[in-house]
Each structure stands twice: as C-alpha cells, then as structure tokens.
C-alpha cells in the first residue's frame, strides 16, 4: 500500500480552464489514494461542503462521511474513522471527473457543464494512465454517460452491474447522496459498496 497524491496542477490553483469554476471553488481536488490500486472511484465533482474544504474527494460531508464508512467496511482504508479528512487507502484510488466545485448563482452544487467536463477530460484521462486500475466504479448517471459513452434512461438499471469495456470492468454505481437523501438503503449500500471486494479476488 502507497499513499498518492497526483500533481497535475501542482500546489496551486493555477488552471483556469473554465472561468466560472475559476469563481465557484475554494481549491482544485486532486485525486488520491494507492498508486497501485486495483479499483478507482469516479465521481462527478467536488461537493461545496465537502472536498471543496478539505481538498481531498468524498470527505467531510454527508456522502464523503458515508463514502469512507463503506470504505472502512471494506477493509479499503487504514482509518476507523469514517470524519477523517486524510484517509489512507490501499488498493483503491478515489476522484472526480471535473476537479473543481461548480457553484450555481446561489452558491449551490449544481451538475457541471459539458464544457467543463470536457475541460477536466485530459486530467482524469492521466489519473487512468498512471493508476491503471482493473476495476472503476462510476458514481451516478453523468459520469456513467461520460466515462461509457452511452446514453442512460434508467439509471438504477444499471447500479452495480458490471461492464466490460476496453480491457477494463466499469461498475454504474449509485451516488452516495442518493443514500443520504433516502433513497436506497444504507445497510444494502454499504453491503454492496463491502462486496467490491469480491472483484478483486
């Protein structure tokens, strides 16, 4: 187990790819996790609550809290305490399809721009590069568009079902806020978020 921090835009806030994005975030979030990891997390964004704080993707927040619950289940993080906003992973790598916090007028999380996303691409394309996992797991509907390339008219269709795709397993996965919010269990969450584990024997 390796603890890593990729460094694309260094230590700074320095891209400016996208002028809103530029305004909305309080940092750019890097991805993290085991250089050598076996499974990589996707998510959208980072949340305004959360990674957009910390710096560090699915930390602090609600889903970030539940997010770290599951990976301490799993036997995935080195942590037993799911608040913990440096968690070390082994054999798993976590980040996000667009690297900043996009905010509407209201100061909101809103869905990012398919400008944005495309923006952020080339990040996430060299996160896959150097990480090579055999396994990634797609948080929600847009990533799973994108990342898939396919249209979805039924997400909850294809939660945890597996894709083969380019020599790799991609796994449609339901976003964690969706738990929070209630709409799927939690117990049945954790339980299938545990079972990755299985993937990788």
Known sequence: MSDFKLS?????NEC???KKLTISRSCI???????KAKLMF???????NGADITGVPFTR????????????????????NPRCETPRLKNVYVTNLVKCNPKDANG?????????INNCTF????????INPQIIVLFGKIVSEQILKLKIQKFSDLHNIPINLRNRTY???IHPSYVIRGAYSRQKYVNEMVALKDFLK
């Open 16 to 18: 400016n790819e996208c």
């Open 42 to 48: 996707v998510g959208m964004a980072p949340g305004r």
């Open 61 to 80: 927040d609600p889903s970030g809290v539940l997010f770290q619950d599951c990976l301490i289940h799993a036997g995935f993080s080195l942590e037993t």
């Open 171 to 173: 796994l449609p996965f």
């Open 29 to 35: 979030v890097h991805g993290y996790g085991d250089s």
């Open 108 to 116: 909101n999380n809103r869905d990012p721009t398919i400008e944005e």
């Open 8 to 12: 694309y835009f260094l230590n700074s």
């Open 123 to 130: 990040h996430y394309e060299r996160e896959l590069a150097d």
